[in-house]
């Protein structure tokens, strides 16, 4: 069973930068597409970021193009989320997630993280 942690939230001001981290544990997520996405408060989580098996392939919901890039590590078996220029509307928990398939923001998810707080100030 495959479980996911995320990290390195936390607070930061308008323009700053964070980078997230998730990792895996319990089995290997190397052939499993991976993606970030984020809940604000009262609002529906929303898709992110996505990045296939290899890495060679992104997607980026249009709200964060130019601003997030996403990457993984393979031989870490950990996914990172890099966010520049960050906003206050950023603010929400971000959530890692896992499916063999593939990814994108039209896939149901397989494994999820418990999620990690971002929060951006004005």
């Known amino acids: 069973q495959v479980q996911l942690v995320e990290s390195g939230g936390g607070l930061v001001q308008a323009g700053g930068s964070l980078r997230l981290s998730c990792a895996a544990s319990?089995?290997?997520?190397?052939?499993?597409?991976m993606a970030w996405f984020r809940q604000a408060p009262g609002k529906e989580r929303e898709f992110v970021s996505g990045?296939?098996?290899?890495?060679?392939?992104?997607y980026y919901a249009d709200s964060v193009k130019g601003g997030f890039t996403i990457s993984r590590d393979n031989a870490k078996n950990t996914l990172f989320l890099q966010m520049n220029s960050l906003k206050p509307e950023d603010t929400a928990v971000y959530y890692c997630?896992?499916?063999?398939?593939?990814?994108?923001?039209?896939?149901?998810?397989?494994?999820w993280g418990q999620g990690t707080q971002v929060t951006v100030s004005s």
């Open positions: 319990g089995g290997t997520v190397r052939n499993y597409g």
């Open positions: 990045i296939n098996w290899s890495g060679d392939s992104t």
């Open positions: 997630a896992a499916e063999r398939r593939g990814t994108g923001p039209k896939y149901e998810y397989t494994y």
